[in-house]
T-cell receptor, first 116, second 109 residues
Framework: GNSVTQMEGPVTLSEEAFLTINCTYTATGYPSLFWYVQYPGEGLQLLLKATKADDKGSNKGFEATYRKETTSFHLEKGSVQVSDSAVYFCALSDRGRGSTLGRLYFGRGTQLTVWP | NAGVTQTPKFQVLKTGQSMTLQCAQDMNHNSMYWYRQDPGMGLRLIYYSASEGTTDKGEVPNGYNVSRLNKREFSLRLESAAPSQTSVYFC????????FGSGTQLSVL
């Protein structure tokens, strides 16, 4: 079956530090991969995505590369800011049946706290 | 730009009470979803609707029912609330990417 495993938190960093949050997946077929971010008291927002192997998704200084050979989609940022403090979720989407969209499978989330 | 609208934002129920969580989207999306979010568990899919007129069970459907009233609206019903259903509930719709509502914080005493 489909599943996503991401590193457990919490992750605590100082401002301008390098961030990596690991994510690996198990899937049949060729899923799309996503990172979502949830700020306190809000719903999840799409941060970035990649739809095929070797694609790199990027947004707001965050990057993740779809690695089919290692079934991974690690999130990275070169220099984090206090405003990046949030919970980050890795997710995959299967292809669904016919013209319908598939389901999304989420990891458990990683809490990131950035101190000034 | 309303996006996905959920009501209510907060609700407290007693064990055994029933209630319906409402969700509406104005983006003309076919697919809609209900998730619950619990500490350390991430998001778990309760039910989803791939298109108007269809609904399917997700990972944790027990104790819930859904209705896809029309293309815009997808409601979640708790017939007899239990303390284990205390959670934050999110509705979402998608076309490629998911758009989430702001959530309903439900406490069952």
């Amino acid at each position: 079956g489909n599943s996503v495993t991401q590193m457990e938190g919490p992750v605590t960093l100082s401002e301008e530090a390098f961030l990596t949050i690991n994510c690996t997946y198990t899937a049949t077929g060729y899923p799309s991969l996503f990172w979502y971010v949830q700020y306190p008291g809000e719903g999840l927002q799409l941060l970035l995505k990649a739809t095929k192997a070797d694609d790199k998704g990027s947004n707001k200084g965050f990057e993740a590369t779809y690695r089919k050979e290692t079934t991974s989609f690690h999130l990275e940022k070169g220099s984090v800011q206090v405003s990046d403090s949030a919970v980050y979720f890795c997710a995959l989407s299967d292809r669904g049946r016919g013209s319908t969209l598939g389901r999304l499978y989420f990891g458990r989330g990683t809490q990131l706290t950035v101190w000034p | 730009n309303a996006g996905v609208t959920q009501t209510p934002k907060f609700q407290v129920l007693k064990t055994g009470q029933s209630m319906t969580l409402q969700c509406a989207q104005d983006m003309n999306h076919n697919s809609m979803y209900w998730y619950r979010q619990d500490p350390g568990m991430g998001l778990r899919l309760i039910y989803y609707s791939a298109s108007e007129g269809t609904t399917d069970k997700g990972e944790v459907p027990n104790g819930y029912n859904v209705s896809r009233l029309n293309k815009r609206e997808f409601s979640l019903r708790l017939e007899s609330a239990a303390p284990s259903q205390t959670s934050v509930y999110f509705c979402a719709s998608r076309t490629g990417r998911l758009f989430f509502g702001s959530g309903t914080q439900l406490s069952v005493l």
